[in-house]
């Protein structure tokens, strides 16, 4: 057999071996016989020096899904060959630079690890934070000073989270917490801006009341942003003796969170991650081995809620009372997530608190609370070994149109302004079909107090899926 990939885009190249690598990732031995697709990506890879080299416009989204997807295959030589060849790039993006670190930590290779963050270094997006960055490379042992060249950017920049850390060391004592959250919230009152925070009292009080009452040992946050909530929830954990890991996808922003978690003196609490969640929760074994993540906080796209709980779970990462929080279930919503954790009869007991969001004052947004359901009992086994399953109903067509609407939404709030009164209608039109679909899950008062009441309760499930 011969596999021609001359002629496909990089995005579709891309597609093809993070799918095979998933449908593939339980079933190794299959790739002894499908050598003749790693040595087509191999050349594939091979072939786009000449592109870098020439700086011509090369589909960054699509070589990161490469990327990921040949670490999935194994395919270890064609991943540093990829590495090699794009960080010739003088403007190299945020989703390939993630996954390019994470896969050389992953690899256990700190030089390639080091190379991307120098790469990092001499990019115009870098501004001020071209020391940290370059302290970044010579800790992963690549000690060269990179020659900085500032050529005309596309897309994101980074001025204001940059701007907040330089806030945060001015205005914030090192080495006390509360200090540095306070500084983070003046800096946006200040400034009018709005930045993703988990933030706002109804939400802050709600998640430090669930931390309190579950006293996780391990806890983990995927979406860190700048590192607020991070910083929140270990101040709390510390007192315990607890740890947060954090993950953060874009390598400024993980560069800035660790920053400002280090200037709260809280590096030893808190594990900032550089990479896609896809990439890192494999990764997590070795940091779980006394028990499992007790608790997980899930602030990043609402349609990767469900996948990322599936993989904490057939990994067993998840302990055996392990509690999982997600934001934004509402607005821009993640359907498909509350269809699996309020299932009748599935692995999750599942309430639901109704907050205003931080950055649309009056706009009502939903906090899901999920715990395990106690008629499935002990479901942890071995870590990294696979669990069987826990069947749960497959979502009917309605939510699954609504979740890619979810979508729409969201890249819509990141790529141009939503209106509180366009959030608003959206968030209506999402609660009335998810009732529609048959999805009413049990509403709380957004009282944390409420909340930790909840999570003592050992009643029935409060969890509530009306089929119609």
């Known amino acids: 057999h011969r596999l021609e990939l001359e002629g496909l885009a990089v995005k579709e190249v891309g597609c093809l071996a993070w799918g095979l690598g ?29 592109e ?10 699509g070589l990161a899904m490469l990327a990921r997807g040949l670490l999935c295959l194994t395919h270890a030589d064609a991943f540093k060959l990829l590495l090699d060849r794009v960080t010739v790039l003088e403007d190299l993006g945020p989703d390939l630079s993630s996954a390019l670190i994470a896969g ?27 020391p940290r960055l370059l302290q970044a490379a010579t800790d992963t042992g690549h000690f060269e000073i990179p020659h900085v060249k500032f050529v005309p950017m596309h897309g994101k920049s980074y001025e204001k989270e940059i701007e907040l850390l330089h806030y945060v060391e001015a205005h914030a004592s090192k080495g006390e917490p509360l200090a540095v959250l306070r500084a983070i919230q003046d800096f946006c009152a200040s400034r009018k801006f709005w930045m993703k925070l988990a933030g706002g009292n109804e939400k802050a009080n709600l998640l430090e009341s669930v931390v309190q009452a579950t006293r996780p040992e391990l806890m983990l946050e995927i979406g860190c942003y700048v590192g607020f909530s991070a910083v929140r929830f270990g101040a709390v954990v510390q007192a315990w003796g607890g740890r947060v890991i954090t993950f953060e996808q874009d390598p400024w922003l993980g560069c800035i969170a660790r920053g400002i978690v280090d200037w709260a003196g809280l590096s030893k609490a808190v594990e900032v991650k550089i990479g896609h969640s896809d990439q890192l929760i494999n990764n997590l074994h070795s940091e779980v081995e006394d028990g499992g993540i007790d608790l997980a906080f899930f602030d990043q796209r609402g349609s990767r809620f469900l996948e990322d709980l599936q ?61 395990r359901a106690r008629h499935h009992g002990n479901v942890c086994q071995e870590r990294g070994s696979q669990a069987a399953p826990l069947v749960t109903p497959h979502p009917p067509r309605a939510v699954r149109d609504l979740s890619w609407e979810a979508d729409e939404m969201r ?22 079909g998810l009732a529609d679909a048959g999805l009413r899950p049990h509403l709380l008062e957004s009282g944390g107090s409420k909340i930790a009441e909840w999570l003592s309760l050992n009643s029935k499930s409060h969890s509530h899926v009306q089929s119609r």
């Open 22 to 50: 998933h449908a593939w990732s339980d079933a190794p031995q299959r790739l002894i016989a499908h050598r003749y697709l790693m040595d087509a990506l191999g050349a594939c890879v091979q072939g786009l020096r000449p």
């Open 52 to 61: 870098a080299e020439c700086n011509l416009h090369i589909d960054q989204r």
């Open 411 to 432: 890249w819509r709030s990141i790529e141009s302004h939503v209106t509180p009164q366009e959030w608003r209608a959206f968030a209506h039109r999402m609660q009335a």
């Open 311 to 371: 993989t904490l779970d057939s990994q067993n990462l998840l302990s055996d009372r392990a509690v999982v929080v997600a934001d934004n279930t509402l607005k821009p919503g993640a359907p498909t997530y509350l269809w699996h954790v309020c299932a009748d009869g599935g692995p999750w007991e599942t309430v639901v608190a109704s907050v205003r969001d931080f950055g649309t004052v009056g706009v009502e947004d939903w906090m899901s609370v999920s715990r």
């Open 104 to 130: 050389a930590a992953q690899l256990g290779h700190p030089s390639l690890e080091g190379k991307v963050w120098r790469c990092l270094a001499r990019s115009p997006r870098t501004g001020t934070l071209f």
